[in-house]
């Protein structure tokens, strides 16, 4: 659904983006990470036809960025950190008038508006001016702006952004929902857990440069090694502790606790607990040590 290779746009002679390469199948969430300036934005700006790149090449839903702008803004849904909402309109004929530009008919029209502003809980206060919504409301009727004509290509940049925790899972779900063998997804957002619990890929971005792409699981045995495991025996090892595969690296035994990491724990654990239990030792716990994205995020910044 997307392909970019190459991208990167300049402005004089500062390179915002450089060498922006990335795939993104149908029916696959990316998640898109980076501090403030990394070039996320801009990114998404070329991929939708607002900026031209400088240089590269990219598609998506099959149209060429720089030549077909027409045809990929009609194929994406856009949810921009600026949402550029017309403040003085009722929130239904701020949508209708969307709709219209997106040639839908006027029964069609007023079923998806009704259901996306039910969804959001904006139903009641349809026809209430804009300006009169809170920054949480305005989130949601600029995601349900989006969601009108049903994209195939969704690019989300903050969507959960000044949401209320309750308003916050309510969007997590809808784009949960909105994952589809038809449609891709990618979300730019400064919020880690978000990214961890949506994305099927991490992508982050420093300085312009995409620096780390893969599955949540493959960054975090790339960036921080092997996972780590509590494994807690039924009493104090009286004696040296038996012999390990060589593979498994033991990092620390303490009392009845030992901690180690295993490369390959599918193959690797079950021989771990075949050795203590041949050696006398029963098992009471045996367990992953939790790591977070957070922890790769920062080992990526600091290089």
């Not at 983006?17 to 990316?30: K, P």
């Not at 969704?154 to 589809?180: C, F, K, N, Q």
């Given at each position: 659904?997307?392909?970019?290779e190459?991208?990167?746009k300049r402005?004089?002679d500062?390179?915002?983006?450089?060498?922006?390469t990335?795939?993104v199948?149908a029916g696959?969430?990316?998640?898109v990470?980076g501090p403030?300036g990394a070039?996320?934005?801009?990114?998404?700006?070329?991929?939708?036809?607002?900026?031209?790149?400088t240089?590269?090449?990219?598609?998506?839903a099959?149209?060429d960025?720089a030549?077909?702008?027409?045809d990929?803004?009609?194929h994406?849904?856009?949810?921009?950190?600026q949402?550029g909402?017309y403040?003085?309109?009722?929130?239904?004929?701020?949508?209708d008038f969307f709709?219209?530009?997106?040639?839908l008919?006027?029964?069609l029209?007023?079923?998806?508006?009704?259901r996306?502003?039910?969804?959001?809980?904006l139903?009641?206060?349809?026809?209430w001016?804009?300006?009169?919504?809170?920054?949480?409301?305005?989130q949601?009727?600029?995601?349900?702006?989006?969601?009108?004509?049903?994209?195939?290509?969704?690019?989300?940049?903050?969507p959960?952004s000044?949401m209320?925790p309750?308003?916050?899972?309510?969007v997590?779900?809808?784009?949960?929902?909105?994952?589809?063998?038809?449609?891709?997804?990618v979300l730019c957002?400064h919020?880690?857990?978000e990214?961890?619990?949506?994305?099927d890929?991490?992508?982050?971005?420093?300085?312009?440069?995409?620096?780390?792409?893969?599955?949540?699981?493959?960054?975090?045995n790339?960036?921080?090694?092997p996972?780590m495991?509590?494994l807690?025996l039924?009493?104090v090892?009286?004696?040296?502790?038996?012999?390990?595969?060589?593979e498994?690296?033991?990092?620390?035994?303490?009392?009845?606790?030992?901690?180690f990491?295993?490369?390959?724990?599918e193959?690797?654990?079950?021989?771990?607990?075949?050795?203590?239990v041949s050696?006398?030792?029963?098992?009471r716990?045996?367990s992953?040590?939790?790591r977070h994205?957070?922890?790769?995020?920062?080992?990526v910044?600091?290089?």
């Amino acid at each position: 659904m997307i392909h970019a290779e190459g991208l990167g746009k300049r402005f004089d002679d500062f390179w915002a983006v450089e060498d922006f390469t990335l795939d993104v199948a149908a029916g696959e969430v990316v998640a898109v990470l980076g501090p403030n300036g990394a070039g996320k934005t801009t990114t998404v700006r070329m991929l939708v036809s607002v900026l031209q790149p400088t240089r590269g090449h990219a598609t998506v839903a099959g149209f060429d960025v720089a030549t077909q702008g027409l045809d990929v803004r009609a194929h994406v849904g856009v949810l921009t950190e600026q949402h550029g909402l017309y403040t003085r309109m009722p929130a239904e004929e701020y949508l209708d008038f969307f709709a219209q530009i997106y040639g839908l008919d006027e029964r069609l029209r007023a079923e998806r508006i009704e259901r996306w502003l039910r969804y959001f809980g904006l139903w009641e206060y349809r026809s209430w001016r804009i300006a009169t919504y809170s920054k949480g409301m305005r989130q949601k009727l600029a995601l349900a702006r989006a969601l009108l004509h049903e994209p195939p290509v969704l690019l989300l940049d903050e969507p959960t952004s000044a949401m209320d925790p309750e308003s916050a899972r309510l969007v997590r779900e809808a784009i949960r929902g909105l994952r589809s063998q038809e449609r891709a997804i990618v979300l730019c957002t400064h919020n880690l857990y978000e990214a961890e619990e949506l994305a099927d890929r991490i992508a982050i971005m420093r300085r312009g440069r995409l620096i780390a792409v893969g599955t949540p699981d493959d960054l975090k045995n790339r960036w921080l090694g092997p996972p780590m495991f509590e494994l807690v025996l039924d009493r104090v090892p009286s004696a040296p502790l038996p012999t390990f595969p060589p593979e498994v690296e033991v990092l620390q035994s303490e009392g009845p606790t030992i901690y180690f990491r295993s490369p390959d724990w599918e193959h690797f654990n079950p021989l771990v607990v075949q050795t203590l239990v041949s050696a006398g030792y029963g098992i009471r716990r045996l367990s992953e040590i939790p790591r977070h994205l957070e922890q790769v995020y920062l080992e990526v910044m600091a290089q």
